[in-house]
């Protein structure tokens, strides 16, 4: 299982190096650094092993994942023309020494950006984004008090109540499984309905979700077992094996139904290769890639109810953003189409919502917070319970029941 979980990771690191996300974030990465940074070779002063150092400057990108680049990459490039500007108009030259002399910019930028924007995130985004580029240019990040004052009156004057997704209920799991996961389903379905519950049983993002390949996944008559290659909190592709058990479940024809009897059938239908009864796929038959593949319209149709979808045959790279919102709406759909929903009702829910939906089921039949850590893959016990969506009426039913 290690052995396949490192050839699996290996894999992941090969396709992060050539996509197309790994370009951006490299453009993205190479705009934190200030004029005369100590990034790669200084030209005033040639050593024998500047391409040494030039090679190691363009590991830069790797440092954080492609998401933080893009994250504060947009804060910084509003910020920067302000400080270049603030910098020339006091006389000094434009270089990481000035900034490294006299930091008093970055203070004053942050307030800059609290007179500039009401909205709460842009000062931390800004603030944040400049500690990068001091980073990656050099300059020491201490903690200034002036900015803390800021960043704090901030919070205090801007601060709202934090709108969180609805978590899915296990009944809502099992309606959009029954209707959408049936064989009968179009595939592009019945890959909605296994990522929901997929995400529900395993408490998994649908991060993690799309980094399932279907040739790293484990079957035998127990269950299966999923290589997930890397996690938000484990950028360092630590792999994490999520079991999901075979219940044994059939409906009132007979018929297998099960979370792991339909991954078999959908894997079979994605790839023309049965999976073994017990062991890993053979990687020469069939075609074998991640799980969940885009889904897209195929039809020239734009009332929502006449646009038909299909799911795309390339499966050679995992989802990016863009596939991201492409299950986002079609998980709202399900939920319209098979719990009822209206188009509002709908909205209230994301892909999060599975992790936090099987969360609070866990905790409603007595599973320990231990537990739920454990299988969730949470670091503390507080972000953990972030996740609980324990209903009002819950709520003032403990309080009942203690006589409080």
């Known amino acids: 299982m290690r052995l396949k979980a490192d050839e699996a990771v290996a894999m992941l690191r090969a396709l ?8 951006v974030a490299t453009s993205q990465s190479r705009d934190f650094a200030l004029p005369g940074s100590s990034l790669g070779r200084d030209p005033s002063r040639p050593i024998a092993c500047d391409d040494y150092l030039d090679r190691a400057a363009d590991m830069l990108v790797a440092w954080r994942a492609a998401g933080t680049w893009r994250r ?11 400080l270049e500007r603030m910098v020339k108009a006091s006389g000094l030259k434009w270089h990481v020494s000035t900034l490294r002399d006299d930091p008093r910019f ?6 800059w950006v609290y007179e500039r924007s009401p909205a709460i995130t842009a000062v931390e985004s800004a603030v944040l984004a400049m500690r990068m580029a001091m980073r990656v240019s050099g300059i020491p990040v ?30 809502l799991v099992a309606l959009v499984n029954v209707k ?11 890959s909605v309905a296994i990522m929901v519950a997929i995400g529900f049983v395993a408490l998994g993002r649908f991060s993690d979700t799309v980094l399932v390949h279907t040739r790293f996944i484990y079957w035998c008559p127990e269950g299966c077992v999923l290589i997930v290659m890397r996690r938000k909190t484990n950028q360092h592709c630590v792999p ?4 999901v058990a075979e219940t044994g479940r059939v409906d009132a024809a007979g018929r297998p139904v099960s979370l792991v009897a339909r991954l078999r ?36 149709a734009r009332h929502p109810g006449r646009i038909r979808y299909a799911l795309s045959r390339r499966c050679e790279r995992p989802l990016g953003r863009r ?9 709202r759909d399900g939920l319209r189409e098979c719990c009822g929903m209206s188009k509002p009702q709908a909205a209230e829910y994301g892909l999060q919502s599975m992790r936090s939906g099987g969360d609070t089921w866990l905790y409603e039949k007595g599973a320990s917070q231990a537990v739920r850590m454990a299988v969730g893959d949470w670091k503390t016990p507080g972000v953990e319970a972030g996740y609980l969506r324990i209903a009002v009426q819950q709520k003032l039913a403990a309080m009942k029941a203690s006589g409080v």
């Open 240 to 243: 994490t094996l999520w079991p």
């Open 180 to 190: 959408w996961g049936d064989v009968g389903a179009p595939l592009w379905r019945r």
């Open 16 to 23: 992060d190096v050539t996509s197309s996300e790994r370009a």
């Open 72 to 82: 504060y990459h947009g804060a910084w490039m509003r910020v920067r023309p302000w």
């Open 323 to 331: 596939g991201y919102r492409h299950y986002l709406d079609r998980f």
């Open 142 to 171: 201490g903690d200034d008090f002036v900015t803390g004052i800021i960043r704090e009156v901030t919070r205090r004057e801007r601060k709202k109540s934090v709108r969180k997704k609805q978590g899915v209920t296990f009944r």
């Open 106 to 111: 970055f203070t004053a930028a942050a307030r």
């Open 265 to 300: 059938r959908l894997v079979l239908d994605l790839t023309d290769a049965r999976p073994p009864v017990e062991g890993w796929p053979d990687p020469k038959v069939g075609r074998h890639g991640f799980l969940l593949r885009d889904i897209s319209p195929i039809s020239g």
